[in-house]
């Protein structure tokens, strides 16, 4: 019944939340400032089964699919309730996306677009980026207070615990998911719900998941990288396969929980630190850190085999992947590239086609 009820959940993510809570675009918001104001947040989720209407006058189709379907949702209202909304500026397309806000208001008065502001969080690994961030951090800290309640460190180290909490039980799915027990399909659906259910809410979930998890599924093991996708699709097509999804290696995956906020910091210099430092973005640097994490859960995990979707009009991992692609072939793991897929309508019958040929060979290697 647990797993039921997380699929509905999943399925509702569009509407959950109170109708004043803080709206964060993607994770990479620092939701840990906003339950220290004593207020909610809520998920502002792309929409992969509804193609942009009123977004599609003024927005290229070269922009990602999430993008699009966030600024076509917003002019639609349906986040019109929302006190604020939060876009971190994980790639420059989301950073696009806030200039596309500002100048539509000017052509679309009538639409309920809330107030949007952008949480610059650089990550580089240097005194002076942390610095600038730490002066975000307080900078949003002020915003969201001013809404809410003042943020202070007594209330700020409370909210981290309660999100580490919540991060603990996604590693105990995670841990399940590597032992062949757990979906990775439901693995990335109960990560879409951190941040988007309340914490009380969400912890039950996530223990009643994890006590429903059934017998070892034994198949290849496969990492899904690339393009963080809308919804579950692309890893039950490899699911109807017999193989199983045991890393998510894409900026909506597991990363997002894999490393917890340092209780025994100051809380502010803490935040500032993790969201700096090792929540994943598509560029990070040095680079070095991150090709020594990627082969450690490549080890880690034994995976069999990598799939690298990359969405239509990809302008940035495209050029990463012939070089994760050699770095997995030092380590003997095959990988296989899905591009120009499209984020609404993605073909699925060619994609079964693909990562069927794909794993066969996989096993031929295996075997």
């Known amino acids: 019944m647990s797993l039921a009820r997380l699929h509905e959940l999943f399925e509702k993510r569009q509407s959950l939340g109170p109708p004043d809570a803080i709206g964060i675009i993607t994770q990479a918001v620092p939701i840990e400032i906003i339950l220290a104001a004593g207020l909610a947040p809520c998920r502002v989720f792309g929409d992969p089964s509804q193609a942009p209407t009123i977004g599609a006058r003024y927005m290229e189709d070269e922009i990602d699919g999430e993008v699009r379907s966030v600024f076509d949702q917003l002019l639609r209202g349906r986040y019109g309730t929302q006190p604020l909304i939060l876009l971190p500026r994980v790639t420059e397309q989301h950073l696009q996306l806030h200039y596309y806000i500002q100048e539509v208001r000017n052509w679309e008065p009538d639409a309920a677009i809330p107030p949007v502001e952008i949480v610059d969080i650089m990550q580089t ?23 809410g309640n003042p943020v202070t460190a007594a ?78 699709g692309i890893y039950e097509v490899i699911e109807s396969l017999g193989a199983s999804v045991v890393v998510d290696e894409h900026v909506t995956g597991e990363r997002i929980f894999a490393r917890l906020i340092d209780e025994d910091l100051d809380p502010f210099e803490a935040i500032t630190e993790h969201y700096q430092l090792y929540y994943p973005g ?38 990463d992947w012939p070089r994760r692609r050699d770095r997995l072939q030092s380590l003997g793991i095959r990988s296989h590239l899905l591009a120009h897929q499209d984020y609404f309508r993605p073909d699925r019958n060619a994609q079964v086609a693909a990562v069927k040929s794909f794993l066969a060979a996989v096993m031929e290697e295996v075997q």
């Open 125 to 147: 690994a240097y005194w002076l980026t942390g610095r600038y961030v730490r002066a975000r951090m307080d900078d949003l800290a002020d915003i969201v207070g001013g809404i």
């Open 282 to 319: 598509v560029r990070q640097f040095p680079q070095k850190p991150q090709d020594d994490r990627f082969a450690a859960t490549c080890r880690d995990a034994r995976i069999d085999a990598d799939i690298c979707v990359l969405e239509t009009g990809d302008d940035t991992l495209g050029w």
């Open 155 to 232: 209330a700020l180290r409370e909210a981290i615990a309660t999100t580490n909490a919540m991060r603990r039980a996604l590693q105990a799915a995670n841990a399940l998911r590597r032992d062949g027990r757990l979906k990775g399909s439901d693995v990335f659906r109960l990560t879409a719900l951190f941040g988007a259910l309340p914490a009380e809410e969400f912890l039950d979930l996530a223990g009643a998941v994890a006590n429903e998890a059934g017998n070892r599924v034994h198949g290849p093991r496969v990492m899904l990288s690339g393009s963080a996708p809308g919804d579950p």
